[in-house]
């Protein structure tokens, strides 16, 4: 059975011969913001593992949090994230906790690269805005201090990212140029 996904935008076939570049950090990183820019920079398709899953499961995130639990979420996570393992050369975005589920990381690295999009939670949680309301681990009394949990959870996993790139005092478009100057001087783009 061959995968497919929806991406972002047509390309010519995903080229397996290229790694996946992948974003990882908290929700409010900036990784679907990035990530596409850096897609269309690249001429590469992207992905977000969340709108995948949403598009697969004809449900929100946050729907299917609700009525199957947070652990069917993940496991429709790793299914995906295994797929993606079949092909290449895709910028992707997977959710904040993608990295902390165990093996996730290992289907695709190597050859895949990861990008920690750092962010302070206080940071994250301004971007979010009204957004967060859509993320079901932050729909809490208190977002911040869930974020700051997430944060410290998941931290040594975030930290062991093939790169780090601090987007506190970065705009969005910063990020992508220094994003598609790396990937392009590596020969991966």
Do not use: C
Request: net charge positive; aromatic share 4%; glycine share 10%.
């Amino acid at each position: 059975m061959t995968a497919t996904f929806r991406t972002s935008q047509p390309v010519s076939p995903i080229d397996a011969n290229k790694p996946h570049v992948v974003f990882v950090g908290l929700p409010g990183a900036g990784k679907t913001s990035v990530g596409e820019g850096v897609a269309q920079a690249l001429g590469r398709a992207f992905l977000d593992l969340d709108r995948e899953i949403e598009r697969r499961e004809g449900m929100p995130v946050s729907q299917i949090f609700g009525e199957r639990g947070e652990h069917h979420f993940r496991k429709l996570e790793a299914q995906l994230t295994g797929e993606l393992r079949e092909v290449g050369g895709m910028i992707l975005s997977p959710g904040g906790g993608w990295i902390a589920q165990p093996g996730n990381v290992e289907l695709l690295r190597p050859p895949a690269r990861i990008i920690y999009l750092r962010v302070r939670p206080e940071t994250a949680i301004k971007r979010l805005g009204a957004e967060r309301a859509t993320r079901p681990l932050l729909v809490r009394p208190d977002p911040l201090a869930e974020l700051r949990k997430l944060y410290e959870t998941r931290r040594a996993a975030f930290e062991g990212a093939d790169v780090t790139i601090d987007t506190e005092r970065q705009t969005v478009a910063q990020v992508i140029i220094n994003v598609v100057d790396m990937v392009r001087r590596e020969g991966a783009a």
